[in-house]
């Protein structure tokens, strides 16, 4: 967890310690194996969010970045094509449509399951490595990638009409997946688009906790952390929300 706490330590702000703590428990998953990706493509993939971060002069959308000599450096682990849909959905996840998303499945082959997992490992190097643009530190190094095999755990998941992935149904949900956290009868749809890789909805719950609200607060409008109150956090989540053209 040092990794994250020493960069955000030469910062001139004081960070949360819960917010440093989340931050580090999903940077240090990133050098783990993962559910459908081993540790090393999870490293490649996370690079590649971040060249793309820190390209000053990004491509259009409709630009493959594999395209254009010199614009990412080659993974071995990681094909070209699956760089590509990570560089896009880095810079311009609003343009992503259905029909590009399934091009995507069919171009290299990956399933839906890694696709999850993609944006989990999207999700983490964004806030992390925003956050400390935000901050004036330095981005943390990646760890290490450690050795292991993927845990291949695939929850009862189902097609489901507001997703393109399939995902857990309230009526599939039992105790083995306390993973997931509260019933998913309480989940809304735009957090139960990950459900179909236990770690990736993790993730969005850890971040989402330290970063927005913990899921247990979201039903008290008057709960606060920190110098504004529910309203005002909503009032700036909205509105990043629409600047960002959310889907939902």
């Given at each position: 967890?040092?990794?994250?706490?020493?960069?955000?330590?030469?910062?001139?702000?004081?960070v949360r310690a819960d917010l440093v703590e989340a931050h580090s428990r999903v940077w240090e998953r990133i050098g783990l194996p993962g559910t459908w990706w081993g540790a090393s493509e999870r490293g490649a993939i996370a690079r590649t969010v971040r060249a793309a971060l820190c390209d000053t002069d990004p491509l259009a959308p409709w630009v493959a970045p594999s395209t254009?000599?010199?614009?990412?450096?080659?993974?071995?682990?990681?094909?070209?094509?699956?760089?590509?849909?990570?560089?896009?959905?880095?810079?311009?996840?609003?343009?992503?449509?259905?029909?590009?998303y399934r091009q995507v499945l069919d171009d290299t082959a990956i399933t839906p399951e890694q696709w999850v997992e993609i944006i989990e490992v999207v999700i983490s190097v964004v806030c992390v490595d925003r956050?400390?643009?935000?901050?004036?530190?330095p981005a943390p190094a990646f760890p290490r990638p450690q050795t292991g095999e993927p845990s291949r755990v695939r929850p009862p998941a189902r097609p489901a009409r507001h997703h393109w992935v399939p995902v857990l149904h309230v009526e599939d949900a039992t105790d083995e997946f306390a993973m997931y956290g509260p019933s998913p009868t309480l989940v809304p749809p735009v957090v139960r688009?990950?459900?179909?890789?236990?770690?990736?909805?993790?993730?969005?719950?850890?971040?989402?906790?330290?970063?927005?609200?913990?899921?247990?607060?979201?039903?008290?409008?008057?709960?606060?952390?920190?110098?504004?109150?529910?309203?005002?956090?909503?009032?700036?989540?909205?509105?990043?929300?629409?600047?960002?053209?959310?889907?939902?």
């Open positions: 967890m040092a990794l994250v706490r020493d960069a955000y330590g030469r910062s001139a702000f004081d254009d000599p010199g614009r990412l450096d080659a993974e071995p682990d990681l094909d070209p094509k699956v760089q590509d849909a990570v560089y896009r959905l880095t810079l311009h996840a609003a343009t992503l449509t259905e029909d590009w956050f400390a643009e935000m901050i004036d530190a688009a990950l459900t179909l890789v236990p770690s990736a909805k993790a993730t969005l719950d850890e971040l989402g906790s330290a970063q927005y609200i913990p899921h247990r607060e979201m039903v008290d409008l008057n709960w606060t952390r920190g110098p504004l109150d529910r309203r005002q956090v909503e009032l700036v989540a909205g509105r990043l929300s629409a600047l960002r053209e959310c889907f939902y």
